[in-house]
T-cell receptor, first 113, second 115 residues
Framework: NAGVMQNPRHLVRRRGQEARLRCSPM?????VYWYRQLPEEGLKFMVY????????ESGMPKERFSAEFPKEGPSILRIQQVVRGDSAAYFC???????????FGPGTRLLVL | AQKVTQAQTEISVVEKEDVTLDCVYE???????LFWYKQPPSGELVFLIR??????QNEISGRYSWNFQKSTSSFNFTITASQVVDSAVYFC????????????FGKGTTLSVSS
């Protein structure tokens, strides 16, 4: 039973480039959440999506960040024109419809040079 | 506003010692969920337990036990006879009492168990 899959596990980008982070939820899970872990800030919620819908993006920075969860394929967190402050671990979690427990993937460590 | 406080930033123990990780939460919701997650050195986040606000029964799973007390808004986690493999960062988290809501995490407690 595969868990939540995230790729890449590590991503290095130069300032100004784009970063694309992918997340495949656990089998049978239709809800996806993205969190960011910054060294001094801890884990913070970014966005919650269901298939083809963004349900709650209250934690997303207003600029440069976007997320999608298409009908087919993984959820994508996209960061345009990355800056050094975007360096962090980005975690994806998934849950079943109607369930409160979120199961996390291994994370993507983004380093912006 | 919802908030989770883990006052212990770091704890160091020797193997076989018992250790308790504290978690205090704030919420105005009458229905809510509390969670513990473990983040070992490899970096992934591992779900340990979920407790809903209507269930104050303590839970034991092997060497792990959890003490939920609504009167003090606490959800403490005890590891009995700690082992080196327990070394990790442990996060307490809170969510409103419905599916699909964000987890509010504490800042975590780093537990180091030495042999």
């Amino acid at each position: 039973n595969a868990g939540v899959m995230q790729n890449p596990r590590h991503l290095v980008r130069r300032r100004g480039q784009e970063a694309r982070l992918r997340c495949s939820p656990m089998k049978g899970h239709s809800h996806v959440y993205w969190y960011r872990q910054l060294p001094e800030e801890g884990l913070k919620f970014m966005v919650y999506l269901q298939k083809e819908n963004i349900i709650d993006e209250s934690g997303m920075p207003k600029e440069r960040f976007s997320a999608e969860f298409p009908k087919e394929g993984p959820s994508i967190l996209r960061i345009q024109q990355v800056v050094r402050g975007d360096s962090a671990a980005y975690f994806c979690a998934s849950s079943r419809y109607g369930e409160e427990t979120q199961y996390f993937g291994p994370g993507t460590r983004l380093l912006v040079l | 506003a919802q908030k989770v406080t883990q006052a212990q930033t770091e704890i160091s123990v020797v193997e076989k010692e018992d250790v308790t990780l504290d978690c205090v939460y704030e919420t105005r919701d009458t229905t809510y969920y509390l969670f513990w997650y473990k983040q070992p050195p490899s970096g992934e986040l591992v779900f340990l337990i979920r407790r809903n606000s209507f269930d104050e029964q303590n839970e034991i799973s092997g060497r792990y036990s959890w003490n939920f007390q609504k009167s003090t808004s606490s959800f403490n986690f005890t590891i009995t006879a700690s082992q080196v493999v327990d070394s990790a960062v442990y996060f307490c988290a809170l969510s409103a009492g419905r599916a699909g809501t964000a987890l509010i995490f504490g800042k975590g407690t780093t537990l180091s168990v030495s042999s």
